[in-house]
């Protein structure tokens, strides 16, 4: 059965999507521990992040570089945070968190309520930055 980011890949779920290319795509987490936290996954359905081949994870990375620089640029912060987490999807992914302190990277049980608007314009401004080629 596709998971839930397999079935935002195949656009069956709305995403609000900041980056995507053929075999990656970023989008807004909906239960965000900061405004900017994206997720970045492969478009490959695979659930562990250490059971992509080699190539697909150097390359997952490398796209997650350019999301995250580009939503350094759009969303004030002293860092872009790294986290990977999620058992509750079986799907790899990693979480990009723009961080004022550590706590902010550190602490997923605090989730911000954004209203639609508040999600497009965050997409928006961080999709306006990143820069894929």
Not at 64 to 72: D, Q, S, T, Y
């Amino acid at each position: 059965m596709a998971t839930i980011f397999t079935k935002i890949v195949n656009g069956e779920i709305p995403a609000y999507k900041v980056a995507e290319d053929d075999r990656f795509l970023a989008f807004l987490d909906i239960f965000p521990v900061a405004k900017g936290h994206t997720l970045v996954i492969p478009k490959k359905e695979v659930d562990y992040l250490f059971e992509l081949d080699d190539q697909l994870f150097a390359d997952l990375h490398l796209f997650a570089k350019k999301v995250a620089e580009g939503l350094r640029r759009a969303v004030p912060c002293q860092k872009v945070g790294v986290m990977v987490l999620g058992l509750e999807v079986p799907h790899a992914h990693i979480h990009l968190v723009p961080m004022q302190t550590e706590a902010d990277l550190l602490n997923f049980t605090k989730k911000l309520q954004l209203t639609k608007e508040e999600f497009e314009e965050i997409r928006q401004k961080i999709s306006s930055e990143i820069k894929l080629n």
